[in-house]
C-alpha cells in the first residue's frame, strides 16, 4: 500500500510535458478563492438581500442568484465575490450554518467553472501492479 502512495505521488510531482499536464484539478489550494458558492437560500432571496448580508466582512464585489431558465424561480444557490480573500474567508466561517430568510446557508469556496468539452477523468494503469516501478 505505502509503495503504491509512493508511486502515485511521484507520478503526480513529475513535470514531464504530457497531453494530460494540461487537465484541470479541482483540489484545495493554499489560497482560497474571493468568490463563495451560497446554497441553501430561500425562493424569496434576492441579490439585495444577499448583499447586504455579506456586506459586513468586507467590499462585496458582485452577487448572483442562479436563477431556473423555464419558471424564473431562484434554484437555491448563488455567489458572493469579495476583493479581498480575507474577507471571504471571514465571511464563509461566520455564515456557514447561519439562517437568512428562514433557511440555513450551506458556504463553500467556489470552484472555477468549466467550459466546452467533456469533462475527462483520467486512469491510471496498473495502480495496483507496482512490480515496474523502483521503490
Same mark, same amino acid.
Not at 500500500?1 to 502512495?5: H, I, P, Q, R, Y
Not at 499536464?21 to 489550494?29: E, K, M, V
Not at 441579490?47 to 448580508?53: T, V
Not at 467590499?59 to 419558471?71: C, G, L
Given at each position: 500500500?505505502?509503495?503504491? =502512495?509512493m508511486f +502515485?505521488?511521484? #507520478?503526480?510531482?513529475?513535470?514531464?510535458?504530457?497531453?494530460t499536464?494540461?487537465? #484541470?484539478? %479541482?483540489?484545495?489550494?493554499s489560497?482560497p478563492?474571493?468568490? =463563495?458558492?451560497?446554497?441553501? =437560500?430561500?425562493?424569496?432571496? &434576492?441579490?439585495?438581500? +444577499?448583499?447586504?448580508? /455579506?456586506?459586513?466582512?468586507?467590499?462585496?464585489?458582485?452577487?448572483?442568484?442562479? %436563477?431556473?431558465? &423555464?419558471?424564473?424561480?431562484? #434554484?437555491?444557490?448563488?455567489?458572493?465575490? /469579495?476583493c #479581498?480573500? &480575507?474577507?471571504?474567508?471571514?465571511?464563509?466561517?461566520?455564515?456557514?450554518?447561519?439562517?437568512? =430568510?428562514?433557511?440555513p +446557508?450551506?458556504?463553500?469556496?467556489? +470552484?472555477?467553472?468549466?467550459?466546452?468539452?467533456?469533462?475527462?477523468?483520467?486512469?491510471?494503469?496498473?495502480?495496483g501492479?507496482?512490480?515496474?516501478?523502483?521503490t
Open positions: 500500500m505505502k509503495s503504491t =502512495l +502515485l505521488a511521484r #507520478r503526480a510531482t513529475t513535470t514531464l510535458h504530457s497531453p499536464s494540461s487537465w #484541470r484539478c %479541482y483540489c484545495a489550494s489560497s478563492t474571493t468568490t =463563495l458558492f451560497v446554497g441553501g =437560500l430561500s425562493w424569496s432571496a &434576492d441579490e439585495k438581500s +444577499l448583499k447586504d448580508a /455579506f456586506s459586513s466582512f468586507g467590499e462585496v464585489a458582485e452577487v448572483r442568484i442562479i %436563477y431556473d431558465k &423555464d419558471s424564473g424561480r431562484s #434554484r437555491g444557490f448563488g455567489f458572493v465575490s /469579495f #479581498r480573500g &480575507d474577507d471571504a474567508v471571514n465571511a464563509k466561517d461566520a455564515m456557514d450554518g447561519k439562517a437568512l =430568510l428562514g433557511r +446557508l450551506r458556504i463553500n469556496f467556489a +470552484l472555477g467553472r468549466v467550459r466546452g468539452g467533456p469533462v475527462v477523468v483520467p486512469r491510471l494503469p496498473n495502480i501492479d507496482t512490480s515496474g516501478c523502483t
